[in-house]
């Protein structure tokens, strides 16, 4: 079972940036591929980023590509997801996951774990 903990959200004005940060419990994180999603009110959740398991290949959803920027750190446990030049449109909640291997990294329905989020708001 792995265990998932954002931090790092808050309110921030347009244009502003925020970093996210997800830790893990699990050591073995690293055989897991991670993403962020978010939801945003009346909406569903949908896919940010992700990146696989040793970091070698990085995806994006149009939205925030040349933005957002997900990394990680198997040594610590640690994913981030650096967000820059933030839209009001990004207000949501932010969450992690981690997916075993296989499946298309974009489906929120290929993920096994997912951490409880945390809220960013973006003022205009």
């Known amino acids: 079972q792995v265990q998932l903990v954002e931090s790092g959200g808050g309110l921030v004005q347009a244009g502003g940036s925020l970093r996210l940060s997800c830790a893990a419990s699990?050591?073995?994180?690293?055989?897991?591929?991670i993403g962020w999603f978010r939801q945003a009110p009346g909406n569903e959740r949908e896919f940010v980023a992700a990146i696989t398991r040793n970091g070698g290949a990085t995806f994006y959803a149009d939205s925030v590509k040349g933005r957002f920027t997900i990394s990680r750190d198997n040594a610590k446990n640690m994913l981030s997801l650096q967000m820059n030049s933030l839209k009001s449109e990004d207000t949501a909640v932010y969450y992690c996951a981690a997916k075993e291997p296989g499946g298309v990294v974009r489906m929120r329905e290929n993920y096994n774990y997912w951490g409880q989020g945390t809220q960013v708001t973006v003022s205009s």
């Open positions: 699990e050591r073995t994180i690293s055989s897991y591929t």
